[in-house]
């Protein structure tokens, strides 16, 4: 008999969960959807928490220049603890609050970037502008969920009394105005990450962190959605390339039975999960980069989705060692094509994904070092 494993580590687990229980009577707890909660953050780099209390607790302000203090109270289970760094009057502030949340949530920016996020850290950079940060459930799709509240609509003041006319008159009908519809700003292309100071503006989840000039993941990720978004709205932009060099460094699976680490570059990210990961994958035992298991461990340079990473879309023999190698994905109307060091690559045709959506990187179980970060037309 051929198994076919095709789902993720986190698949396997729960199947081992459930065979533990035996034949006794199965239970399930409901959890109720996640209430989204909005930070809108003004002109004035002020922040106002729109949710309920016992939802959001601030944990402080705090100055950039000065460093967070060491004081915090421990990160409870069931909470996410974001963190908005803001501008107040010229100085940049870092914001930190406790979000109780028991299912897994994502992160989006003034309506378009997205972290998914489960019971961990999230640093949200809003010291450029930014005016709108929402948790929300990682299943939601609706619009309104991913926006701040607008400002509360003034209230009228009663009208004088009179005296009533001697013949009423019905009030004039008015014709309904078109909602205004918003026309993507085009990005300046070529776009070349600058992280000599900071994440320069990229939206990173916890396991993602400048230094010495690089974007650095340390590994504790188990998840191939986007967890660093470069600031970019790609969505009038459909088609373009992006270019870094990456390095791994270590894997969290390494030398284990069964494994299955993976890292790269990830493309037309949009929400609910969507988007295309080109990349490597190194599995083995239980679980596989491509199709069936293997005894042995499988290198694997991967075109996939981020929704779905089985089956691949393409793959190659690749072992990406210790070493620095220059990754290149271009996307062209349906089509992707990864290259790596100018020599490994790999054509993939797929349409589910054809919007420019949001450009970064992922590492799932691998840390991994990032430099030279471009976008460019393609």
Avoid at 6 to 26: D, K, N, Q
Avoid at 156 to 163: G, I, V
């Amino acid at each position: 008999m051929n198994w076919r494993f095709r789902g993720t580590r986190a698949t396997f687990m729960l199947a081992v969960i459930l065979l533990a229980g035996g034949c006794g009577e199965a239970t399930a707890t409901y959890q109720a959807p996640f209430v989204p909660v909005a930070f809108s953050i003004d002109t004035s780099g002020h922040i106002s928490v729109h949710a309920v209390a016992s939802v959001v607790t601030e944990l402080g302000e705090f100055s950039v220049s000065g460093g967070v203090g060491h004081d915090l109270r421990p990160q409870e289970a069931g909470t996410v603890r974001l963190t908005i760094r803001h501008v107040v009057d010229g100085a940049v502030m870092d914001t930190l609050y406790d979000i109780v949340a028991s299912r897994q949530v994502k992160v989006m920016v003034d309506g378009h970037v997205e972290v998914s996020i489960a019971g961990r850290e999230v640093t949200v950079d809003a010291s450029r502008g930014t005016s709108c940060v929402a948790v929300v459930d990682v299943r939601s799709n609706d619009p309104k969920d991913a926006h701040c509240p607008g400002p509360a609509a003034a209230s009228n003041p009663p009208a004088p009394a009179t005296s009533a006319p001697a013949a009423s008159t019905p009030p004039p009908s008015q014709t309904p105005r078109p909602t205004p519809v918003s026309t993507p700003t085009r990005p300046t292309l070529p776009y070349h990450a600058d992280w000599s100071a900071g994440t320069g503006g990229w939206t990173v989840s916890s396991d993602w962190k400048a230094a010495g000039g690089m974007l650095v993941a340390d590994g504790s990720s188990y998840s191939v959605q986007v967890g660093a978004v470069a600031p970019l709205d790609m969505t009038a932009v459909p088609d373009y390339a992006v270019d870094v060099d990456l390095q791994l460094v270590s894997r969290a699976d390494d030398g284990n039975f069964s494994q299955r680490d993976s890292f790269g570059v990830v493309v037309r990210s949009i929400g609910g999960g969507g988007g295309y990961g080109a990349g490597s994958c190194i599995a083995g035992g239980l679980f596989a980069c491509t199709s069936s298991p293997a005894s042995q461990p499988e290198y694997s340079a991967v075109v996939w989705s981020t929704r779905d990473t089985s089956p691949v879309i393409a793959h190659a023999q690749f072992q990406p060692g210790s070493g620095w190698h220059h990754y290149r994905v271009v996307v062209r109307a349906t089509t992707i094509t990864l290259s790596v060091d100018g020599q490994v690559s790999l054509t993939a045709n797929d349409n589910r994904f054809l919007q420019g959506g949001r450009v970064g990187l992922w590492s799932m179980g691998c840390q991994v070092d990032a430099k030279n970060f471009a976008v460019s037309a393609a």
